[in-house]
């Protein structure tokens, strides 16, 4: 008796606990992708090269293997495309949600209306299409700044951000319209107040609520998910109120079979919807931190329900927490990478994502698929969970290629010209100053100590055969500070990552010759350790091992 078959639409890692638990399901699990070095195409018992954004050549295929041995349901995860597997679904008669529903909640405009019709709580909203937006006004928004603007039709933050005045407007819209696959843009009000992230399983009109995460979101004016915890720590009434708003957020949208993936705001006069997808989540949230935290698997209840069967896996078994983690870099190309293991290595730590390596272009992330990878710890309190996830994340060192154009550029901006912004301004606060801001914000007085210091002072004599030579001006005001870079690093501790890569002693010295002073301190504020690595192997035209 052959198999019984299941369509998943992705080979990306986040649809890999869909891959692997439809296999130990006894299921066949059938992948499609447009890349065919797509990291989970091994795991696939078949596998078919489709670009997921094609659904009649989805719907084809499917229709082949429903009249050569079956096909039991389709489904995706961590994707966009719930409309493909809708349509297919509905074309191929399989268990699901209708098209139109689907294209409720993969189109933010088509969203954002339904939720209005039902007396939502969601924001106002305009949209800018492309054949139409040389006609716009920009200067006529029927809702106040500050405003979000991004495409209608992406995800992962893609062309999202905060604009403060009309005069940043245009050029928003415009970015983002070329993350447009339909070539509109919504503006939208901007909701004040704290993320969450939720997963659902829906049977037949039922929610199963599948996780509720805080969101750690930062560096405006973009909106950069720096990691999760999993559950949240907000209270018991503030929970049900979220979720209410979600499972009626559902409801309207006409989600009565399937998986669906909510991000809800909390403001002053109580929840926000911001999204809600007809999918499974990604983020490392469904396939991993509520797994680790709760012992259930929403992959397994997110495929009984494609095949039309009542949802399994679905029960809380364990209560611990589970932290994601983001590490990111300094824009540049990356030279090496080191202290994966010791991250690894760190007790509660279960997985590291490394999506960089040797040679990979780097930029400041302005989206949620920029980064440099992620760390996800899981232990029985929240404390624990969220000190493994961040000790291990600074382990991990990323040494850039010199010369570099990008680096030099973003090392040139220096402290003096970003002293406004820093890791603790999040996108819930007003934030003014340069993008990509600095890794350490220094105060008016700590700024004007650096100003005094002495500047590089390298001899003609000093070479790379005498380096244990070099020293530091000393800035211990900086380095006592309490101020942290980009993932929590305190001064201190980037200053030892420079002295572990470099191999060098650095000592504290004050003298005339042969010491780092105010350029090497400026390269270090301004671009954490990455900067400091930079600026010594700048200062000698050579890498460093």
Known sequence: MNKTRILILGAGIMQGPAILTAKEMGLEAVVIDADPNAPMVTQADSFEKIDLKDKEAIE????????????????????????????????????????????????????????????????????????????????????????????????????????????????????AMTFSRSGRVIVEEYMEGPEFSVDAIIYRGKVTICGLADRHIFFPPYFIEMGHTMPTIVSSKDQQALLDIFIRGIQALGIDNGAAKGDIKMNAQGPMIGEIAARLSGGYMSGWTYPYSSGANPAQGAICTALGLEPQGLSPTQSW?????????????????????????????????????????????????????NLISAAPTREKAIQAAEEAAKKVLITLACPNPDTDAFLAQGPSAANIVQRSCTVQQSCTGIFPPPAYNLDDSLLEELNHLAPDAISSALDIQNLKKLSIIPFPAFLQSDLSDYIGRSPMESLEAVRKISGLALPMETKEEDVLGREFWSALIRGGYQGAVYHIDRLFLRKLS
Not at 128 to 152: Q, R, S
Not at 352 to 357: C, E, H, P, Q, T
């Open 321 to 373: 927490t589970s932290a994601e983690r983001a590490f990111i870099s300094i824009p540049g190309i990356i030279k090496s990478l080191s202290g994966l293991e010791e991250a690894k290595a760190v007790p509660g730590i279960n997985d590291l994502f490394l999506l960089v390596k040797p040679g990979s272009s780097v930029s400041f992330p302005q989206n949620n698929v920029s980064k440099a990878g």
């Open 60 to 175: 084809a295929f499917a229709r082949t293997l429903q009249l050569n041995g079956g096909l039991g349901g389709i489904m995706t995860a961590g994707t966009d495309f719930s409309a493909s597997v809708a349509w297919v679904a509905e074309k191929l008669q399989l268990p699901g949600i209708s098209y139109k529903t689907a294209l409720l909640a993969s189109d933010k405009e088509k969203m954002r209306q339904c939720f209005k019709e039902a007396g939502l709580p969601s924001p106002a909203f305009t949209v800018f299409n492309k054949d139409t937006i040389d006609d716009k006004h920009f200067t006529k928004l029927p809702f106040p700044f500050p405003v979000v603007v991004k495409p209608v039709d992406n995800m992962g933050g893609r062309g999202c951000c905060r604009v403060d005045r009309v005069s940043e407007l245009e050029e928003a819209v415009r970015s």
